[in-house]
């Protein structure tokens, strides 16, 4: 019970850390790049893609026919371009923005709760060693999640260097209420 008090007290901290990191500060939107002809590109969205969202890539490595397109062709077009990558909603969103904050919260919620796991098994250490270990932590996920995107899908090197800080922070603020709730078990192998 204490780790699901303790990882909700840092899932507060997080998600209004994620407020202030979104709302707040202009670093994630300053990056995003609008078509030249916004309304053009929208109506094309619109007759191509699905109503519900979906992951596209262009080029697609199926034809129309769904036929695999050889590796020449589309290693060819690849580099040649355009190139696209992203998700593509041509119809309405469903969801209100009250269950994106909830759904959000929770999604915060269960990252402080590993994070918790994680800091009772640590060794016994102090304050900033504990809050180094939720620090280290976000660093692997940031890497993880991020660099792969700048690797294969050509995200820009500034984009994913904001979105991995975005995430160390993150697990800093959660670090620094963790810290100070979770405690080693005194039993290496027990969880609860």
């Known amino acids: 019970m204490k780790l699901l008090f303790a990882s909700f007290l840092a899932a507060v901290a997080v998600f209004l850390w994620g407020f202030v990191s979104w709302m707040v500060l202009p670093w994630h939107q300053s990056q995003w790049a609008r078509f030249t002809d916004e309304e053009a590109v929208a109506k094309v969205l619109q007759q191509n ?3 519900d969202p979906h992951l596209y890539v262009l080029p697609h490595r199926l034809n129309s026919e769904g036929g695999k397109v050889d590796d020449a062709t589309w290693q060819a077009a690849s580099m040649s ?3 696209f990558y992203g998700t593509v909603r041509a119809g309405p969103r469903d969801e209100g923005l009250a269950l994106l904050m909830v759904r959000s919260f929770l999604i915060q919620w269960l ?3 590993f994070l918790a796991l994680i800091l009772q098994h640590c060794p016994r250490q102090t304050l900033g060693g504990r809050v180094a270990v939720c620090v280290q932590a976000g660093v692997f996920a940031g890497i993880v999640a991020w660099v792969p995107e700048w690797n294969w899908w050509q995200l820009p090197p500034l984009v994913t260097a904001i979105n ?17 709730l979770v405690h080693p078990h005194s039993h290496p192998y027990r969880t609860f």
């Open 49 to 51: 893609a699905q109503a």
């Open 81 to 83: 371009g355009p190139f």
């Open 111 to 113: 990252g402080a709760f």
């Open 164 to 180: 991995i800080l975005d995430i160390v922070i993150g697990a800093l603020v959660a670090g620094l209420v963790l810290a100070r």
